[in-house]
């Protein structure tokens, strides 16, 4: 289980995202859940194929939310 995960910005787009859903997969996880806020990638999550589960209205701040994501693992 990972609690906090934050990628330095050279490093993004380098398909970090998939290698961490093979090595669940090879794990035998099923479900990947995991938060972000509206200001950090709740675009980039459902552009990968997860979907939102919940929001919660402005969270951490009156103008932003917090999205709780998922993506079911074949």
């Known amino acids: 289980m990972v609690d906090y995960l934050w990628v330095d910005e050279s490093l993004r787009g380098k398909g970090l995202l998939k290698r961490i859903e093979e090595m669940a997969r090879e794990n035998h996880c099923r479900l990947v ?16 194929g997860y979907e939102i589960a919940g929001v ?8 932003h939310q917090q999205y709780y994501l998922m993506k079911r693992l074949n």
Do not use: G, H, I, R
């Open 33 to 48: 859940q995991l938060f972000t806020f509206s200001f950090q990638a709740p675009d980039f999550y459902q552009k990968n």
């Open 56 to 63: 919660v209205q402005e969270n951490p701040t009156k103008e």
